[in-house]
């Protein structure tokens, strides 16, 4: 089977060949026959499977032939802005020719030049759901007249918090339209949210249960202390292309890259407190290869779409099995081969067996020759620790001017008393500023969970 079964329109067909697809994946045979029939989709995959083309070629397809209209006609939902650019990104790429125009909307970055391109005509949105929602109430974006939306890694945008947002989007927009979502797994709120839009729809679900088969796995048993260590055995001792490694939180994902840099690496690191730009600066280095290793947190690596990744290493365990799936998943793809490595501590032994349940496998564990792993742990563990603020200065106490005989205000006397009027005093409760004292930096080793 091959794309021209689809019928697609010229235009349409010629980005599909510029993009140099050739036979779509199983999601997409499944999914693109109902979306142009009309239906509703719940679409069950796990990244990498090519569901965003599952669902950007038939609307590309349906509203090519509604001819331009000038006004958006079709919303996609993303959880992350990386998310949201890769997929207006593959709209522009297989819509080259097609004279549909698209917007990415997120926040992070100046609103104006948003509302500028959205004010110029744009058919379909790419939209986070905050951004949105600015867009909304200060109207200058509308829905009114949609005919397609999308809610792309909608079990995602539950663990972000942003059902709400989406509930408040969903009472904005048409009664009458076209509901895609799409999800990788399906916790329970997914189905009660699947209920609530979609209308009669087809299931689609392709490889939900487990992540792809090309995908080798191994944990490395080690210390907590020593986990840094271990990662950089890891890399010097393993014939790698690119690297993705995951921590679990922003400070950490930081400190990584920065001491991996200092060992010589070619490395960088994506988390939220980075500006959009930096973000996007380093997900670029990492295509294109300026970058090998990339150390990215959850949050900050949906929307990584890169197929040469080589191998993902979990700095730190995840804190569900699906959540593994969805990190090992950005290797393994396009039908290349790929590595999985999570170092674990003793603390994570219930999180592995819950993941091997997960994959029908017992996952090998391996180490490292010639590595130390009974180096004792440091009495004062400071790789992670935060630095300390430094202290504000004191304030230097004015110095009383001189009496030159005249009685000021606060010292003059009443008329006919003798005595001197008192002085000001502070209001009550305030106490005098004599600066703050220095707050030390907390350290990880005493903060992580037990």
Known sequence: MDFKTFDFHPSIAAGITAAGYQEPTPIQRKAIPAVLKGRDIMGLAQTGTGKTAAFVLPILEKLIKGGKQGYVRALIVAPTRELAEQINENISDLGRKTGIRSASIYGGVNIKPQIAKVARGVDIIVACPGRLLDHLNQKTISLSRLEILVLDEADHMFDMGFFPDIKRIIQRVPARRQNLLFSATMPREILHLAREVLVDPVTVQIGISAPAETVSHAVYPVAHHLKTKLLLELLKNTATESVLIFTRT?????????????????????????????????????????????????????????????????????????????????????????????????DDIRMVRAIEKVLGATIPSKGVDDFDYDVPTPKNNQEFSRPPRKPNPRRKPQQKKRSTGAKKPSESTSPGSSRPGKPKQRPSGKKPNTGSKPRRGGNFSSNRSK
């Open 250 to 346: 922003k400070h950490r994902a930081k400190r990584i890259g920065e001491q991996l840099v200092k060992k010589g690496f070619k490395a960088a690191s994506i988390q939220g407190n980075l500006s959009q730009n930096k973000r996007q600066s380093a997900l670029n280095g990492f295509r294109d290869g300026t970058y090998q290793i990339l150390v990215a947190t959850d949050i900050a690596a949906r929307g990584i779409d890169v197929s040469g990744v080589s191998h993902v290493i979990n700095y730190d365990i995840p804190s569900t099995p699906d959540a593994y799936i969805h990190r090992i998943g950005r290797t393994g793809r396009a039908a290349r081969t790929g590595d999985a490595f999570t170092l674990v501590t003793d």
